[in-house]
């Protein structure tokens, strides 16, 4: 029989290639997209178009304000998105963002019996989030092992992050080979109501390059 899994799906080239690579090794997938408050909003609907063109067996949309909390340019209209590379973490970094996905892909796994939860981080081509590294994914791992009931009574839940040590180039050669269409997608921070990128900030940066170092026509829109 084939096993459940949870697939957190932004809308974004990264995770579109999750939810192709987690059908690929025989998964039946659930996606789970959040709202938390993004000004780039565009990318939920590109989640709901790209659940159904994958295939997945249903496609929830759940809520979380991170608004409220502020301290990110993605959250905060009043704080530029940068549109060139600085120093440290930038400013697009949304605390606890991926701590808050996880747990919310968590909690419906463990109601729905999978015990499979993919997100698309990655450590190499990346903005240095640190929601985004190896440490981080083993260490919410090992919480879910002790913070649900499936966890103490003896099942064990796997945070599968598969494009971990990709480059962006390979995570698009290999999203190509297993067939997502990219110009359904939507990476851009700030992109507008229709999903048009705005092609200089750091997601653009490092979608176009991507595109480029594959040697694949880069589909996006820009605005």
């Not at 290999?174 to 705005?198: M, N």
Request: glycine letters at 10%; hydrophobic letters at 45%.
């Amino acid at each position: 029989m084939k096993r459940e899994a949870i697939v957190l799906l932004s809308g974004g080239l990264d995770s579109a290639t999750v939810l192709a690579m987690a059908h690929a090794r025989g998964f039946h997938c659930r996606t789970l997209a959040v709202s938390y408050g993004q000004r780039h909003s565009a990318e939920l609907a590109a989640a709901a178009r790209l659940s159904q063109h994958l295939g997945a067996l249903e496609h929830r949309q759940m809520h979380v304000d991170l608004a409220r909390i502020g301290g990110s340019a993605l959250t905060d209209p009043d704080l530029p998105v940068p549109v060139a590379p600085t120093p440290g973490i930038p400013i697009t970094y949304v605390p606890a963002r991926n701590t808050l996905f996880l747990s919310l892909a968590l909690g419906w796994a463990e109601v729905c019996g999978a015990r499979d939860i993919f997100i698309g981080v990655n450590a190499v081509d990346y903005s240095g989030y640190p929601d985004c590294r190896p440490d981080f994914i083993n260490a919410f791992e090992a919480l879910a092992g002790v913070a649900t009931r499936a966890g103490v009574e003896g099942e064990s839940f796997r945070i599968q992050a598969p494009l971990m040590t990709l480059g962006k180039a390979d995570i698009i050669r290999a999203g190509i080979a297993l067939g997502v269409d990219y110009g359904q997608t939507v990476s851009c921070y700030q992109a507008d109501a229709t999903g048009a990128a705005c092609g200089r900030c750091d997601s653009c940066r490092l979608r176009r390059e991507g595109f480029a170092a594959a040697g694949v026509a880069d589909p996006t829109r820009y605005a």
